[in-house]
């Protein structure tokens, strides 16, 4: 069978796709979740429900005076995100008879774990552990639920401890496993609400914007004027605004890049890395076995339908193959497809997927198929292929070599 030039930058990269059996099941329908300047999954200084896709890593760095924030956020599990990072405070010594050490420096390691995933009507819940050992500088523990709504991810929960805008002064002082008795005690303290949303503008560009109840001035060690530490003569402004925004910007599917106002008066820039390790990673995903329609289905019941009625049932079969945004269009032989991809991790298996759920239920007079892949309602990736070509390729008598000749 000939290939023809019209398919060929399509089809080599779906061929595997519609031979495929085992995509990751995401942790939420969205995988353009942002990072904290902390390092985890979030807004600015507060979390979302979201969190990373299993077996992925993400290095960041963030430096908004006085503090720098710098590790490693991973998970290693479905629903679980673990992140390891210090915090450098600029102008506090670590040490106040030993200048050689430098700035004051403290280690953390936080926790957050999705406990529902997001569906049409429920948003995504999550629990999260920040500074769960050692000092428990920044210590907080938190519930927190977002939901997208169009193109904005709208954030509310609540937290005690720093997050919570409590003193940590009155918390096991002086211990040195203050972290740890902190996020195991039963006390629920003081907690008190934060929210904040994102919008996202296009497919590399959002826009941020939280409240935040952090009060600066009552962290155990603050480089604030009003700091009640007592710690040394700080010399930073007080926060003036408890309102924080942000940029954030992709440069690539590995660099995200994020320029960020807060506390109404302190620039930042932020640079994440995340990476993925693969589809099965350290836990074995459960087969996304295709759904099939029964012949007599396809004559009976697709084969009898006029256009109108066969664009709102296939639409329904694609919807429910997990896409979103789905919109379907004929014209004599030829179907239009439109759809969002919040399933795969790959944008090319989401088209053939798409791709083989058309060519499952449309009746035999149909013979090409496009299919648009949107974001933000616009048409990101359109592409052509015969359906003898979708057909071929299904059934393995076209390899990617032909393909490639």
């Not at 960041?60 to 995100?81: M, V």
């Not at 500074?131 to 954030?155: E, P």
Request: hydrophobic share 35%; with cysteine; aromatic share 14%.
């Amino acid at each position: 069978m000939k290939i023809t030039q019209k398919i060929l930058y399509v089809s080599l990269a779906v061929t595997t796709t519609l031979l495929a059996e085992s995509p990751v099941p995401p942790n939420q329908e969205y995988h353009d979740y942002s990072t904290m300047v902390s390092g985890k999954t979030g807004l600015i200084e507060n979390p979302t429900a979201r969190v990373m896709d299993d077996w992925t890593i993400r290095p960041f760095y963030y430096y908004g005076s006085p503090f720098l924030y710098y590790g490693l956020a991973f998970s290693p599990l479905p629903r679980l995100e673990l992140e390891g990072r210090f915090t450098e405070i600029k102008g506090i010594p670590g040490f106040l008879n030993n200048n050689g050490y430098g700035n004051y420096k403290d280690k953390a390691f936080d926790f957050k774990y999705l406990l529902v995933k997001e569906d049409d009507v429920v948003p995504a819940i999550a629990v999260g552990v920040d500074d769960m050992q050692g000092t428990g500088l920044y210590s907080s523990r938190y519930i927190v639920a977002t939901k997208r709504a169009y193109q904005i991810d709208w954030t509310v929960g609540i937290a005690q401890g720093r997050l919570g805008g409590e003193d940590l002064h009155k918390y096991f002082p002086g211990a040195p496993d203050a972290g740890l008795k902190f996020w195991t005690q039963a006390s629920l303290g003081n907690p008190k609400p934060f929210v904040g949303f994102e919008a996202f503008l296009t497919k590399d560009i959002s826009v941020k914007c939280e409240y935040s109840q952090i009060n600066y001035l009552y962290d155990k060690v603050s480089p604030f004027m009003g700091g009640t530490n007592g710690y040394i003569p700080a010399t930073y402004k007080d926060p003036t605004s408890k309102i924080n925004t942000a940029v954030k910007y992709s440069l690539g599917d590995h660099v995200d890049m994020q320029f960020v106002y807060e506390r109404g008066n302190s620039y930042g820039v932020q640079f994440s890395f995340p990476i993925g390790f693969g589809d099965e990673g350290l836990y074995k995903h459960p087969v996304d076995t295709k759904w099939r329609a029964k012949p007599e289905e396809k004559e009976n019941y697709f084969g009898k339908m006029d256009d109108k009625n066969l664009s709102y049932a296939i639409g329904k079969e694609v919807a429910a193959e997990k896409f979103g945004n789905v919109d379907v269009a004929i014209n004599q032989n030829k179907i239009w497809v439109g759809f969002e991809n919040g399933k795969y991790n790959s944008d090319t298996k989401a088209i053939g997927r798409v791709m083989d759920t058309i060519d499952e239920v449309a009746p035999e007079r149909i013979d090409t198929i496009y299919t648009a892949l949107k974001q933000s309602g616009k048409d990101l990736i359109v592409a052509r292929m015969d359906r003898s070509d979708v057909r071929a390729i299904k059934d393995g008598y076209v390899s990617s070599d032909e393909i490639q000749k």
